[in-house]
């Protein structure tokens, strides 16, 4: 079973066409994920905008606040709250995407996370539903980047319980990362030092104002750092 499912993932990798190149013209992005990315955005300084003003791209945000990779409402995940039906067909260059902390936190209650987890992306990083979602953004011709979270400070966070499953979810990120061209993880778990609660707002989940720049600077290094290796 397992080698036909690895066998089925290179066989759609192998279907994947580059987008075509546009000299001179912005890059076009689209950001999708729960409210990591979509933090601060009536303010204009979430992530996107982030990644807007370092690249001098052409991005738009479409994340939802409670968004999940694992969804099955029809309504509401057709509104935004199942993070793959946010994508929106255009000629993307890059899409930028993050989910899953609100399928293992809220949607399995710190008790099956274990479950959870395999669901979202397995061990080897070749199945899930991470990872159906990554190759078939893959499909339409625009480089993906999966962008991880922000870990605790060590400051009283609800989350801080979350930060070995946040390794693990990061590690199998990884690992498709290396397996499938045009696809790449950013993670930001180094980003806060220990102590440091200036990337987190006041309920040290969310990303502050800080966090949200810094996260998108990073986004975008990677990207210009693609794009300057063509």
């Known amino acids: 079973m397992h080698r036909f499912i690895l066998a089925s993932f290179i066989a759609v990798l192998m279907t994947i066409q580059a987008a075509p190149l546009r000299a001179d013209e912005p890059l076009r992005?689209?950001?999708?994920?729960?409210?990591?990315?979509?933090?601060?955005?009536?303010?204009?300084?979430?992530?996107?905008?982030?990644?807007?003003?370092?690249?001098g791209a052409k991005v738009m945000d479409q994340s939802v606040m409670g968004a999940r990779i694992i969804y099955r409402l029809p309504i509401t995940g057709a509104l935004g709250l199942n993070i793959?039906?946010?994508?929106?067909?255009?000629?993307?260059?890059?899409?930028?995407?993050?989910?899953g902390g609100n399928d293992l936190?809220?949607?399995?209650?710190?008790?099956?996370?274990?479950?959870?987890?395999?669901?979202?992306?397995?061990?080897?990083?070749?199945?899930g539903e991470i990872a159906k979602l990554i190759v078939k953004l893959r499909h339409t011709?625009?480089?993906?980047?999966?962008?991880?979270y922000l870990r605790s400070p060590g400051a009283g966070s609800p989350i801080e319980n979350c930060?070995?499953?946040g390794d693990e979810l990061e590690r199998r990120?990884?690992?498709l990362a290396g397996l499938l061209d045009g696809f790449y993880y950013v993670s930001v778990a180094d980003m806060?030092?220990?102590?440091?609660?200036?990337f987190h707002a006041l309920d040290m989940i969310h990303p502050s104002l800080k966090g949200s720049r810094?996260?998108?600077?990073?986004?975008?290094?990677?990207?210009?750092?693609?794009?300057?290796?063509?």
Do not use: F
Not at 141 to 148: F, L, P, Q, T, W
Not at 192 to 198: A, C, F, R, Y
């Open 105 to 127: 936190w809220l949607g399995c209650g710190c008790s099956r996370c274990h479950r959870r987890m395999d669901q979202l992306i397995t061990q080897k990083g070749t199945g």
């Open 29 to 55: 992005i689209l950001t999708m994920g729960d409210s990591m990315m979509a933090s601060h955005r009536l303010s204009r300084r979430a992530v996107s905008h982030s990644i807007a003003r370092a690249l």
């Open 173 to 175: 990120l990884k690992r």
């Open 84 to 99: 793959g039906r946010q994508y929106r067909e255009r000629d993307w260059d890059w899409i930028v995407l993050n989910g």
């Open 214 to 230: 810094e996260i998108g600077r990073r986004v975008a290094a990677t990207i210009k750092a693609v794009e300057a290796g063509k």
């Open 141 to 148: 011709g625009a480089k993906v980047v999966y962008v991880g």
């Open 163 to 165: 930060r070995d499953d």
């Open 192 to 198: 806060v030092p220990h102590g440091d609660t200036s």
